[in-house]
């Protein structure tokens, strides 16, 4: 027994926690037999739930069985801070309470929370903690555009706070993984490579699954690109995390 092994020695815990956001459903269950072929667990961040047809909830509830995780995206994917300007009341009735009413209609009790837009500020996180969510997903971008033009990029290796820490952080940023995040795959390779040796998990998001440039206003990412990711990740032997596991794992 080696009773002295420290975890920083150890890559036990290096994983990866990957999360989708919006109303995707049927897209998203498109990809099963992909995350099945390499035993991948994610996260599925709904929003809109008034909307979810009798169908749609029946296969987030196959994706559950699979070990998904279901959790919230907000009521009407407003913006929280504004919200809640006019009190932490307001903000509930309008943003929180309805939809996770529906989700729990449907026989679901989310306990991750994806802020919508990526808005929030400590107000309203303290809601959303004091409301039972386990951990808050916030949204980090490695290269911004401004009209066309590149303003910063910043590999993935360098962003800190993209890396779950295993330390009970319960307010978290995920790397945006859409097509127009401009990532490539030595940067993924070198994301999954640091996770591996710092004994972290990387958090990535994405939104619509696309099977070819975007068009029309779509926003997602490419299915070959995150099959990479899965692959690469299940190669290095990390752990798929759900984003509730992530605050409960020590
Ligand atoms: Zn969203």
Not at 14 to 21: E, L, N, P, T
Not at 174 to 193: K, R, V
Not at 204 to 214: A, D, Q, T, V
Not at 218 to 238: D, M, S
Request: aromatic fraction near 10%.
């Amino acid at each position: 027994m080696t009773h002295c092994r420290r975890d920083a020695e150890t890559h036990e815990k290096a994983g990866i926690a990957i999360s989708f956001d919006d109303h995707f459903i049927n897209e998203w269950f498109a990809l099963r037999p992909m995350f099945r072929k390499y035993n991948a667990k994610v996260t599925f961040f709904i929003t809109c739930p008034d909307s979810l047809t009798a169908d749609e909830i029946s296969k987030l509830k196959i994706l559950q069985a699979d070990g998904h995780e279901i959790g919230f995206h907000g009521t009407i994917h407003g913006k929280s801070t504004e919200l809640i300007a006019t009190g932490p009341d307001s903000y509930k009735n309008i943003e929180l309470a309805p939809g996770l009413a529906h989700m729990a209609e449907a026989g679901f009790k989310p306990t991750s929370y994806a802020h919508p837009g990526g808005n929030h500020n400590a107000r309203v996180d303290s809601v959303l903690l004091a409301s039972g969510f386990k951990i808050l997903r916030d949204v980090a971008i490695s290269r911004r555009k401004i009209m066309g033009f590149q303003m910063y990029a910043l590999a993935p290796r360098l962003m800190p706070w993209i890396y779950y820490n295993f330390d009970n952080e319960r307010i978290v940023d995920a790397l945006l993984i859409d097509e127009d995040s401009g990532l490539t795959d030595p940067e993924m390779q070198e994301a999954l490579e640091k996770a591996k040796n710092d004994n972290t998990a990387l958090m990535l998001f994405g939104h619509e699954p696309l099977y070819g440039k975007p068009q029309n206003g779509e926003y997602g990412f490419h299915v070959p690109f995150l099959e990479k990711i899965l692959k690469e990740a299940a190669r290095q032997n990390l752990k798929f995390y759900t984003m509730s596991e992530l605050p409960d794992r020590n």
